[in-house]
Nanobody
Framework: VQLVESGGGLVQAGGSLTLSCVAS????????MAWFRRAPGKDREFVAA????????YYADSVKGRFTISRNNTKNMMYLQMNSLEPEDTAGYYC????????????????????????WGQGTQVAVSS
């Protein structure tokens, strides 16, 4: 079981990037999935999450209205469209998956908890210049 992120890079403030996460080893169509990030010198923090069928999404306040999480279960992939990027978005971005979370669960605190997720990717770096 493996998660691999891609799409990071250097972008100017106000620009956009789309991150991708491809899952392999089994189908992730029943997993809740999420993006977290860790800025230099800071703890890993929640960015966005999506339930297994894509009907429910959750966002950290700091990215709401700028970032969009989505998934394609036929391709075993998840995406994070990031618009209006700010220097404060500079971080390593990590995708995560949880096979245990029922798709009917409606709880921001559950989806945003680092400890909820069993599988993690190695991360992709995003740098936003001012």
């Amino acid at each position: 079981v493996q998660l691999v992120e891609s799409g990071g890079g250097l972008v100017q403030a106000g620009g956009s990037l789309t991150l991708s996460c491809v899952a392999s080893g089994r189908s992730f169509s029943r997993d809740a999935m999420a993006w977290f990030r860790r800025a230099p010198g800071k703890d890993r923090e929640f960015v966005a999450a999506i339930n297994c069928n894509g009907a429910l999404t959750y966002y950290a306040d700091s990215v709401k209205g700028r970032f969009t999480i989505s998934r394609n279960n036929t391709k075993n992939m998840m995406y994070l469209q990031m618009n209006s990027l700010e220097p404060e978005d500079t971080a390593g971005y990590y995708c995560a998956a949880d096979p245990k979370l029922p798709f009917t669960t409606r709880s921001y605190s559950t989806y945003s908890a680092i400890g909820q997720y069993d599988y993690w990717g190695q991360g992709t770096q995003v740098a936003v210049s001012s």
